[in-house]
Structures are given as structure tokens and as C-alpha cells.
């Protein structure tokens, strides 16, 4: 059966950095984020929901292309909040995040 997988992104204040993918175990039937978030505003949220095969594993990996995560200022908006990332099923929390990751977590 598929199972139904949320995931909800709180963006920083550069939601079009942000990105995702999902693959099962072998790296292979991936499922990407949109491409780009540009048309969502900074400090906005979204909620995206994915259907899985059930019983088996994934894994999933936030990307930043500018390489400070979901974090936070740049020098011209230092005060800006992190964002933050979590993907459940149902009432279980599979994964999260926040802050600076780097270009992937």
C-alpha cells in the first residue's frame, strides 16, 4: 500500500535555495522538491505530500545551493530566522532539521 509522507518547510529568507530529494535505499525512483521555491516568500512556509511504497526505506536529503542550510543572514539581512524542515507519516516524525547544514543534510 502507498503511505502518505508530509513534508513541511519553514524557509529562511531564501526560500529559492532550498531544494530536496527522496530515493529508496538503491538511490534509485527519485522524487525531487520543486525545482526552485523562488515564488514563495522569505520566512514562508509549504507543505508538500508524498506517497510512498510502505515497508520499505528512503532516504531523504534538504539541499541549500548556497551552502548555509536553512540559515539565516547573509550580511545584508543578518537577522533574518533560520528555517527549519520536517517529513512525517502520520504522527511520526522520520526527519528534521534546521539552521546552517551546509549544501546538504
Known sequence: PL???TIHMEFDAFPEQT???LADEQLQNFRVGIPSYA???PGGS???VVY???GKRYV???EDSNGDGLCCG???NPTSEPGSYQVTSGDRLLAS???NFGFQE
Open 3 to 5: 503511505v502518505p509522507v
Open 19 to 21: 531544494g530536496w530529494f
Open 39 to 41: 515564488k514563495f516568500l
Open 46 to 48: 509549504v507543505d508538500e
Open 52 to 54: 510512498l511504497v510502505g
Open 60 to 62: 531523504f536529503v534538504m
Open 74 to 76: 547573509d550580511g545584508v
Open 97 to 99: 532539521g534546521s539552521g
